[in-house]
């Protein structure tokens, strides 16, 4: 999504899925500890529904509405961690995996084999 566009007037804009399917309207918008990029909306997806988390970064602003290249049904499957509090580390990567997006996180170290030879000596097996 464009990264110039100020949250603010995000919210309260109308929400569509892939098929143009409305959704709801953006309720809030949750920015990047990191770099302050908006990251994320949660859709109040109904008058007495809950808000789901969509992500930012693949959607696009049309016309003045959100569209979300994804179906409403995985949209509204989405994990319910409520709105007007942080999203943990561990939320948002659970948000990624839902959506299927890479993380970008990078793998965890590879243990070191090597551990306990010298530099410049052959392992003889012995």
Do not use: C
Not at 2 to 25: E, S
């Amino acid at each position: 999504m464009q990264t110039d566009i100020d949250p603010r007037n995000l919210i309260g804009r109308k929400a569509f899925d892939r098929n143009g399917t409305k959704i709801g309207t953006i309720d809030e918008v949750y920015l990047d500890d990191a770099t302050g990029v908006p990251e994320w909306a949660a859709i109040r997806t109904g008058l007495f529904s809950r808000d789901a988390f969509v992500p930012l970064e693949p959607s696009e602003l049309v016309e003045g509405t959100l569209r979300i290249p994804f179906d409403r049904a995985l949209i509204k499957d989405a994990p319910d961690f409520g709105v007007g509090r942080h999203l943990s580390p561990e939320q948002e990567l659970q948000l990624y995996h839902h959506y299927g997006l890479d993380t970008a996180v990078p793998p965890p170290p590879r243990p070191d084999h090597e551990f306990g030879k010298l530099a410049g000596t052959e392992d003889t097996g012995a």
